[in-house]
């Protein structure tokens, strides 16, 4: 009996903290039809997203998302790669709006674009008007005194100090709302930090020295990653940094390095940095990255907070993602006919996989030597092209046009993600996977000679002559 109350009161309290949020919304017309996705981050070292909603925009520009919170946390929308935020408390509802694109804003393929978000019926207290308001302000004063700031001048830190003590006077009366009163207190700090003649060390003992660690607190971890990069950049200089990983190769030995800077004293935050050096150096060419990973898997055990291993999870499984071996990641698209086409179904032949856009030139130059390939080896190996063109009038249009690209060809569009999933920073981008799902060459050899000869190797097939575009 006393076993089935805890029980209960574990359920309890779970369904006390666990609390549902609800975003509705209109866009502008420019989102209408696309996928929209809530998402935070797990952690801020990896910055692995943790997803929590995702619908489509509908015709009209409406949409609604609905999720659980246990803690008030900074929520990101995102809809292709236009990107916005806000503040979402457990228990709360929220009307938005999502604005059209800055027209100054620079289209790229893989990077994300800021958008402003407009709230309808706010309420001038709430957390997201506070914060705003305050970022207003914040603004104004580095905007106001724009000079200083560019010239380093020691005239800069008195009025940065005066600021500091006005704004903490003028929003006190809202710190009963503990995520705000962090909200600003690391948003200052941060300021502080622009002050030349505040030493380093009074920033630390102000701020981070005997304070909770706020893993999931957006203001307080981006003061904190901030903070210690004078750190991080001091420790990776060192010729036993690049020991420590290339030779020893173990997370207590680089522990025990970073234990001598007096301000990684806290155990927790040390491990962190330890984590964040780590990941920024695995792929600097003289860091062995298999060594890299030894280290994360080696942190996941032997990390004393749970987050801290969480992170080294997280690390471990984005930097080790893409190695030969290991499982390429899954899809699930729309092909030209409207039919679903998932990366799991085409197990049992090799599939050569590429990211292309009609508007890219080189991609089309190098598509053209895909159909004799097709016609050689498609017996053997599935050819898959995945267009991440955000104008799919346009792909359906170059395609009725070329009817010889027969192959399987999907778009981007119900999960942009996979951009991600890929890393696919520059198109053309090509991949080879084997009938079992893993991955054999990523990056893969661009169609031709090359990457004709490893087809050969694959299928066992005598070459015939020489493959030229069609």
């Not at 301000?263 to 935050?269: Q, S």
């Not at 050569?352 to 089309?364: I, K, Q, S, V």
Request: glycine letters at 4%; aromatic letters at 12%.
């Amino acid at each position: 009996m006393k076993w089935s109350g805890a029980i209960a009161a574990i359920l309890f309290s779970h369904l006390i903290f666990s609390q549902p949020v609800a975003l509705k919304g209109r866009s502008d017309k420019m989102y209408w039809g696309k996928t929209i996705t809530a998402f935070i981050y797990d952690d801020y070292i990896s910055k692995t997203p943790d997803e929590l909603a995702k619908t489509t925009i509908d015709n009209s520009g409406n949409f609604e998302l609905k999720f659980d919170l246990k803690e008030t946390r900074y929520v990101f929308l995102q809809a292709e790669n236009y990107r916005t935020g806000l503040y979402c408390e457990p228990g709360s509802a929220y009307r938005i709006g999502l604005m059209r694109k800055d027209s100054t804003a620079i289209e790229t393929m893989t990077g994300t674009i800021t958008i402003d978000l407009t709230f309808f019926d706010a309420d001038s207290l709430e957390l997201n008007a506070l914060a705003a308001k305050y970022e207003s302000e914040k603004q104004n004063f580095v905007d106001n005194n724009y000079d200083l700031f560019y010239k380093r001048s020691g005239k800069l830190a008195g009025k940065i100090d005066s600021f500091c003590s006005r704004k903490q006077k003028d929003y006190s009366r809202f710190f009963k709302n503990t995520y705000f009163k962090n909200f600003l207190t690391y948003s200052l700090a941060s300021l502080k930090e622009k002050n030349i003649l505040k030493k380093r060390d009074t920033l630390y003992n102000e701020f981070i020295k005997g304070k909770p660690i706020l893993f999931t607190h957006n203001e307080y971890m981006n003061f904190l990653l901030d903070f210690f990069d004078p750190n991080l950049k001091n420790a990776q200089k060192t010729i036993e940094f690049a020991n420590t990983i290339n030779v020893k190769s173990t997370f207590s030995s680089m522990m025990n390095l970073f234990r001598i800077d007096k301000m990684f004293e806290n155990d927790t935050i040390r491990e962190m940095m330890v984590l964040r050096a780590l990941a920024g150096n695995f792929k600097v060419s003289d860091i062995k990255s298999a060594n890299v990973l030894a280290m994360l898997g080696q942190a996941v055990k032997e990390c004393r907070s749970d987050e801290t291993r969480k992170i080294a999870q997280n690390l471990l499984v984005k930097l080790g993602k893409l190695r030969e071996g290991t499982k390429a990641p899954d899809f699930e698209l729309y092909d030209m006919k409207g039919r679903k086409v998932k990366l799991s179904d085409l197990a049992g032949k090799h599939v050569y996989l590429d990211f292309w856009a009609t508007w890219c030139r080189p991609c089309l130059e190098e598509m053209k030597m895909i159909p004799p390939l097709k016609k050689l080896y498609g017996y053997k190996i599935s050819f898959v092209s995945i267009s991440i063109d955000r104008d799919t009038a346009a792909l359906h249009q170059f395609l009725q046009k070329n009817p010889k690209y027969d192959w399987t060809i999907l778009h981007y569009g119900n999960q942009p993600g996979v951009k991600n999933d890929y890393d696919v920073l520059t198109i053309p981008a090509y991949f080879l996977i084997n009938p079992d799902g893993t991955l054999r060459d990523a990056p893969a050899l661009p169609p031709g000679a090359d990457l004709e000869q490893e087809f050969l190797v694959i299928t066992g097939k005598k070459p015939n002559k020489r493959i030229k575009p069609e």
